[in-house]
């Protein structure tokens, strides 16, 4: 199930945690970035606020399979504060562009399960982009998933040319959200319908 969640929410303490453990796991132990941890189990930012909202895909137990969190562009976010520079242009903002941030997938999951899951993820955030009149949503990515980014068939373009920043090479994207984008999405196989939306308060 996908859960969707915002400050309001209620009762989703366990999938909560679980994204959050996850993403210590994939952001820390597996890509060594240096971000908080929380209890020596959790990665939880500056970002992590009443503003933020968040998309976590589960199975029936709540155990985390992927997730994802927004932020809204009108109060200070990844992008603006700390990666402006990817941008040839000062980064958009406005009440209905959300930044993507902290995509992360289960690493226990295989190749196949890995690619539901992100499609499953992908298509609860375009959902929810049309449910709640998000128009554009904004981000930063590692150059692979840059690409990988820009190939899904959606109205993505890159904010800026990449930049080797640390050891990594990002970019900044912008996505553009219309009726259009589940068709565009589904023709090279990323959306599907198949997925229980449960919204708590979105």
């Known amino acids: 199930m ?4 915002s400050s309001e929410s209620n009762g989703v303490e366990a ?5 959050f453990e996850a993403r210590k796991q994939v952001f820390v132990d597996l ?3 240096d971000v908080p941890v929380i209890d020596g189990r959790y990665e939880i930012d500056q970002f992590d606020d009443v503003h933020a909202r968040y998309l976590i895909l589960t199975d029936q137990e709540q155990r985390h399979l992927a997730s994802a969190r927004l932020l809204p562009t009108l109060r200070p ?3 603006d504060s700390l990666f402006g520079s990817l941008c040839e242009e000062p980064p958009p903002k406005g009440r209905d562009i959300y930044e993507i941030t902290r995509f992360c997938l289960g690493r226990g999951l295989g190749a196949a399960r890995r690619r ?3 499609g499953s993820l992908l298509t609860g955030i375009v959902g929810h982009a049309l449910a709640t009149g998000i128009t554009t949503y904004v981000g930063v990515a590692e150059i692979g998933w840059f690409q990988q980014l820009l190939a899904f068939g959606w109205h993505c373009r890159p904010l800026g040319p990449p930049k080797k920043i640390g050891s990594q090479a990002l970019g900044a994207l912008q996505i553009n959200i219309t009726p259009e984008t589940p068709a565009l999405l589904a023709s090279t196989g990323i959306y599907g319908s198949e997925i229980e939306l449960r919204a708590e308060a979105a």
């Open 15 to 19: 999938a909560m945690r679980g994204m």
């Open 2 to 5: 996908l859960f969707t969640i």
């Open 116 to 118: 539901q899951a992100r």
């Open 77 to 79: 976010h990844i992008l």
């Open 31 to 33: 890509l060594g970035w």
